[in-house]
């Protein structure tokens, strides 16, 4: 099974940009569709953004549609969200899954559909 390690969180004044990285191990990572997603304090997750698995199909979150951008690079097992103009609601623990996906090549926007989660990294925006 697959597992997955997010990094690149931190602390940044609004308008500016952040770009996360989740690092895939244990499994081929071109057999996997992933995505983004957040939980804010006193909120429920949330849905960011998807990437099928050869990176061709993508979908994101109205709230973030224009300002975020998700990327894969499968020869460095890799998913990447770039965050750009970023808004103090965008603050929130930012988790990537993945899910084993042989057939249909899509991507996945629903959190049940995902079957290996990442542990989360911080991400901060100050007013």
């Known amino acids: 099974q697959v597992q997955l390690v997010e990094s690149g969180g931190g602390l940044v004044q609004a308008g500016g940009s952040l770009r996360l990285s989740c690092a895939a191990s244990?499994?081929?990572?071109?057999?996997?569709?992933m995505g983004w997603f957040r939980q804010a304090p006193g909120k429920d997750r949330e849905f960011v953004a998807a990437?099928?698995?050869?990176?061709?199909?993508?979908e994101y979150a109205d709230p973030v549609k224009g300002r975020f951008t998700i990327s894969r690079d499968n020869d460095k097992n890799t998913m990447y969200l770039q965050m750009s103009s970023l808004k103090p609601e965008d603050t929130a623990v930012y988790h990537c899954?993945?899910?084993?996906?042989?057939?249909?090549?899509?991507?996945?926007?629903?959190?049940?559909?995902?079957?290996?989660w990442g542990q989360g990294t911080q991400v901060t925006v100050s007013s």
């Open positions: 899954a993945a899910r084993r996906d042989l057939s249909s090549g899509s991507y996945y926007v629903r959190q049940y559909e995902y079957a290996y």
């Open positions: 244990g499994s081929t990572f071109s057999w996997y569709a």
């Open positions: 990437i099928s698995r050869s990176g061709g199909l993508s």
